[in-house]
Nanobody, 124 residues
Framework: VQLQASGGGLEHAGDSLRLSCAAS????????MAWFRQAPGKEREFVAA????????FYADSVKGRFTISKDSAKSTLYLQLNSLKPEDTAVYYC??????????????????WGQGTQVTVSS
């Protein structure tokens, strides 16, 4: 499994941005797909996920209502729409794939495959 994240950039507070994660092969039927982020000096944290075979998304409380995770199976691409950006959203964003269970879905250690990360910087 190979993942390639893109779409990061320098934005102002309140702006919107869409991140993409191109995946090799048909992985959405096999893996839970997720976005994590890591700010400088902080641990990697869960942002959002789509479990395999389930269209219901899961979000961290900090992004609920502002971010939207989606997928295009035909293009093998995972997306993260970021709206109403805040300076505290500044981080490197990573896409990940794993065969985890619901109880471990928010743990980065439960994901075996990672993209290289894309930087999102939000100025106030």
């Amino acid at each position: 499994v190979q993942l390639q994240a893109s779409g990061g950039g320098l934005e102002h507070a309140g702006d919107s941005l869409r991140l993409s994660c191109a995946a090799s092969g048909r992985i959405f039927s096999t893996y839970t797909m997720a976005w994590f982020r890591q700010a400088p000096g902080k641990e990697r944290e869960f942002v959002a996920a789509l479990r395999r075979g389930n269209s219901n998304p899961f979000y961290a409380d900090s992004v609920k209502g502002r971010f939207t995770i989606s997928k295009d199976s035909a293009k093998s691409t995972l997306y993260l729409q970021l709206n109403s950006l805040k300076p505290e959203d500044t981080a490197v964003y990573y896409c990940a794939a794993g065969t985890n269970i619901l109880s471990t879905m928010r743990l980065s250690s439960s994901y075996a495959y990672w993209g290289q990360g894309t930087q999102v910087t939000v100025s106030s």
